[in-house]
């Protein structure tokens, strides 16, 4: 699975879903994309960016098999899909999803954070391995569909929290800072984030 506006190929293994805009006036319905829909209930997750030109998607594209004797943390449909995270021009009807290359302690994503005021970038969180019980805090840039880290030490949820943290677990502040809420030793507490630096408490 490459990055970039690859076209996914058609797979009997793997169901397609259509996304459409409807005008509500004219009831007239424009294609926007063909995303896979993997058929497990709750796994599709789709923001629209703040200027309405773009969705951020985790799609499910399949099931995660667990090793042999490897523990499943949650018994919850979310943890349990492998999901692509990818880009959709809604100023481009029909065109190709723009898939975003993950970096390795991102294979797994879990949810969506929210989109960056500027429409630029995605916050989401994230696991490298099914038996994590913590999951990192990336950004995904929608223009060069790269994903980083950010906010090491950092990880968004614990394991007492269950799959879902209890609030918000992230919210942006400007277009390069969010707020986390976040457990670099041991308790949860609040810390301002960005790209290439340290969390502040």
């Given amino acids: 699975m490459g990055s970039g506006a690859e076209r996914i190929p058609r797979d009997d293994r793997v169901n397609h879903a259509v ?10 319905a424009t294609r926007v994309a063909t995303i896979p829909a993997y058929p497990l209930h709750g796994a599709l997750s789709l923001a629209i960016a703040p200027d ?9 594209v ?3 098999q667990p090793a042999r004797g490897q523990r499943v943390p ?14 959709i021009d809604l100023a481009a009807p029909g065109a190709a999803v723009r898939w975003v290359e993950l970096p390795v302690e991102a294979r797994y994503p879990v949810e969506l954070l ?7 970038s995605v916050a989401f969180r994230a696991r490298a391995a099914l038996p994590d019980t913590t999951t990192p805090l990336f950004v995904a840039s929608a223009d060069t569909l790269a994903a980083q880290r950010i906010a090491a030490p950092l990880t968004v949820g614990t394991a007492s929290a269950g799959p879902y943290p209890d609030d918000r677990a992230a919210m942006w502040v400007d277009a390069r800072q969010l707020l986390v809420k976040g457990r670099p030793d041991g308790r949860d ?5 960005k790209a290439g630096a340290a969390p502040v408490n």
């Fill in 74 to 87: 949650y018994n919850d449909a979310e943890w349990l899909v492998e999901k692509r995270l990818g880009f």
């Fill in 62 to 64: 399949g099931a995660i």
């Fill in 19 to 28: 996304i459409q805009i409807v005008d509500a006036d004219t009831r007239k």
């Fill in 114 to 120: 929210g989109w960056a005021p500027d429409a630029r």
């Fill in 52 to 60: 309405r030109r773009s969705i951020a998607m985790l799609a499910p």
């Fill in 189 to 193: 507490d609040w810390w301002l984030v």
